[in-house]
């Protein structure tokens, strides 16, 4: 099936409070995680950014060795904000811990030459520090929510966790779990999808005085009771479990249980019922039972880590038997 249509969303429906967790004594003042340089990039395409985030433009843009990549740079207006580019550095450090084909590749962090930053008619400007990141031309999950069949989600889904069980065992968080920031290899999800956007992703065992610091960054719709309350010790594994909770609810009905709107979701995630589940395609009688295992709010209660999510996932589809969407 086709999706209605594709916007490219960036950060559209992020929310940054307080300080954040995960700040390390390696970010340079120049923004550049230490020591890290790829295969040089050589051309940014004149013609504008292809998608626009909170703070970073993504362009088009090739390597010396003629790859195609997405190149990640703060626009004019953010390019100087210490805050800002030690964010992007943050996101190049955990992009760098990190190998694994679910997840996106970085290829390069450095600052931009004075002649790219020419070759864009001055909108990105020379000594910019930038991502540049392999090239993920599919869009978004975000148009295909509710569009896929159930053995799609279900693939989908499978995808989705090994790559996060990868993130967590080299110790992150990604914290912004989300549609929008999972893009697909090829026009179709089937072809492969790739988790993207680790700008707040931080490391969940934190020596202190990490452990003080109150931050409550996130996408509401899709944030863990325990994110929203700015509890950086208590997140972890499991908070990015139930915002893919929230994804896969999405994927099934085409919202998030909670909706987008940012108050009803935070009422919805720290106090509300869960909705009934409305699949708009036949699911697996099991489904609802493994969403809320996935969504509880006491911690206790949800799945802990990826592969025991994975583990649930696998035996629902061996109990397979069909509900339409009421
Ligand atoms: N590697 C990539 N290849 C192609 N497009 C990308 C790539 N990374 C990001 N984009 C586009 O840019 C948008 C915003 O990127 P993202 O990393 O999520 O930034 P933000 O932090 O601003 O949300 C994405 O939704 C996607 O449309
Ligand atoms: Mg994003």
Not at 25 to 31: S, V
Not at 104 to 113: F, P
Not at 213 to 221: F, I, N, V
Request: charged fraction near 20%; proline fraction near 7%; aromatic fraction near 6%.
């Amino acid at each position: 099936m086709t999706p209605a249509g594709r916007i490219a969303e960036g950060s559209a429906g992020r929310v940054r409070f307080g300080a954040r967790p995960g700040a390390r004594a390696t970010d340079r003042a120049d923004g550049l995680a230490a020591g890290y340089r790829g295969d040089g990039l050589v051309a940014v395409d004149p013609s504008g950014p292809v998608a626009r985030g909170g703070t970073a433009e993504i362009w088009s843009g090739r390597t010396r060795t003629g790859t195609r990549v997405a190149v990640k740079a703060l626009g004019a207006a953010a390019s100087g904000d210490p805050s800002v580019r030690a964010e992007l550095a943050r996101e190049a450090a955990a992009l760098t811990s990190l190998d694994h084909p679910g997840v996106v590749r970085l290829v390069e962090h450095a600052a931009l030459s004075p002649a790219l930053a020419r070759s864009t008619g001055g909108r990105l400007r020379a000594a910019t520090p930038y991502l540049a990141i392999e090239w993920l031309g599919g869009g978004d999950l975000q148009s295909w929510c509710g569009w896929l069949s159930w053995p799609e989600v279900h693939a989908l889904l499978e995808d989705l966790l090994a790559a996060l069980a990868h993130v967590h065992a080299r110790g992150l968080v990604h914290r912004d779990i989300k549609p929008a920031n999972v893009l697909l290899r090829g026009r179709e999800p089937g072809d492969g999808v790739v988790l993207a956007d680790f700008q707040l992703a931080c490391p969940f065992v934190q020596a202190p005085p990490l452990l003080v610091h109150a931050d409550m960054s996130g996408t509401p719709a899709y944030m863990a009771p325990e994110q929203l309350a700015g509890h950086a010790c208590a997140v972890g594994p499991w908070t990015d479990l139930y915002a893919l909770g929230c994804l896969a609810w999405c994927l099934v009905t085409g919202v998030p249980p909670y909706g987008v709107a940012p108050d009803a979701a935070r009422r919805g995630h720290t106090g509300g019922a869960l909705p009934r589940l409305r699949p708009r395609m036949a699911v697996p009688d099991g489904l609802s039972s493994w969403l809320a295992r996935l969504l509880q709010r006491e911690l206790p209660a949800r799945y802990a880590s990826a592969d025991e999510a994975l583990h649930g996932l696998g035996e629902l589809a061996g109990a397979f038997t069909v509900r339409r969407a009421s």
